[in-house]
C-alpha cells in the first residue's frame, strides 16, 4: 500500500514538473506561411497520397509553423514541452470546436487537405488540421487559443490574391525569374519548395511580430535550388505541357497525359 501512495505521489510530482517557467521558454523567433499549388501536389503526390478531384487553380494555405532561431523548426510540443508554458488546448478539443465553428466552410475552401477521400472530406480535413495543430498550434503564440491560430492564416490568404500573377511566370522561367519578379512586386524573399519534376510545389513567406521579413534560406527542396533552375507552374502561365486528368469510376488518382 504504501509503494502504491508513493508511486501516486510520484506521478503528480511528475505532472507539476510539466508547467515549464518563464525563464526556461524557448522564444519563437518567426513563422513560416506556407501556401501549395494544388496542381503541383496532386500531379506527384507523397506515397500512400491521391487526389481524388481535380484541384483547384489557386494557392490554398498548407500551414503557419513556428521556428526558432537559425531556421530551426518548433518540434511538435509532445517533444519539446519548453515551447511554451502555457497548457495547450488538446487536438481532440480542437476537432470539436471546428465542427461547430462558423469558419469550418472558410477552412475547407481555404486551407483544404488536398488528399481528402471525396466521401469523407468533412472527415479528413479535420484530420489534417488536427495534425496542423499537433504539429505547429500547441507550440505557437496561440497553445491555448486555436480558433485565433486558425484565423491568422486565413486572413492572411487575403494578401496573396494577385500571387499567381506576381510570380510572373513564362515559358522558360528560372527561379531567379520568379525571385525577382517578387521583389519588384515588394514581396519579401519567400522559401521556394517544388516537387521532384521542379514544379512550385510551395512557397513560404516569413513572419516576425506580424511583419514580412525575408526568409533566411529561399531554398526548401533538392529542386528548385539554384537562381538558375528551370521552375515551372502547372495549369498556369508558362505552363508547356497539355495537361488531362483522368479519373477513375471510384475517384482514383489522376494521370498526366502529354
Keep these: 500500500m504504501q509503494k ?26 518567426f513563422y513560416k506561411y506556407s501556401l ?11 506515397p500512400g497520397k491521391k487526389c481524388e478531384g481535380r484541384p483547384e487553380v489557386r494557392f ?14 518548433v518540434p511538435p510540443y509532445c517533444d519539446d514541452l519548453t515551447c511554451t508554458n502555457t497548457k495547450p488546448t488538446s487536438a ?11 469558419s469550418q466552410k472558410k477552412l475547407s475552401s481555404d486551407w483544404p487537405n488536398l488528399y481528402a477521400r471525396q466521401g469523407r472530406k468533412e ?3 479535420l484530420e489534417f488540421w488536427k495534425y496542423e495543430w499537433k504539429q505547429h498550434g500547441m507550440c505557437s503564440d496561440y497553445p491555448n487559443k486555436p480558433s485565433d491560430y486558425f484565423s491568422v492564416p486565413l486572413n492572411l490568404l487575403k494578401r496573396f490574391e494577385n500571387l499567381k500573377k506576381d510570380l510572373g511566370f513564362e515559358r522558360g522561367s528560372e527561379v531567379g525569374d520568379i525571385l525577382k519578379n ?4 515588394d514581396y519579401k524573399q ?14 513560404r513567406f516569413c513572419y516576425k511580430e506580424n511583419k514580412p521579413f525575408d526568409c533566411p534560406n529561399w531554398v526548401g527542396s533538392k529542386t528548385c535550388n539554384t537562381p538558375t533552375a528551370n521552375i515551372f507552374l502547372p495549369d498556369g502561365a508558362g505552363w508547356t505541357d497539355a495537361v488531362n486528368y483522368n479519373f477513375s469510376n471510384n475517384g482514383g488518382n489522376y494521370i498526366k497525359l502529354v
Excluded: F
Design 123 to 125: 472527415e479528413d480535413n
Design 4 to 29: 502504491t501512495q508513493i508511486l501516486v505521489v510520484a506521478v503528480v510530482l511528475a505532472g507539476v514538473s510539466l508547467v515549464v517557467s518563464d525563464d526556461d521558454v524557448k522564444p519563437l523567433d
Design 92 to 102: 481532440n478539443e480542437v476537432v470539436e470546436m471546428l465542427k461547430k465553428s462558423t
Design 190 to 203: 519567400p522559401q521556394i519548395v517544388c516537387n521532384i519534376k521542379s514544379q512550385l510545389l510551395e512557397i
Design 36 to 46: 501549395q499549388w494544388g496542381p503541383s501536389a496532386c500531379l506527384y503526390p507523397p
Design 60 to 73: 490554398t494555405i498548407h500551414g503557419l509553423w513556428p521556428q526558432y532561431n537559425k531556421d530551426t523548426p
Design 182 to 185: 517578387l521583389q519588384r512586386k
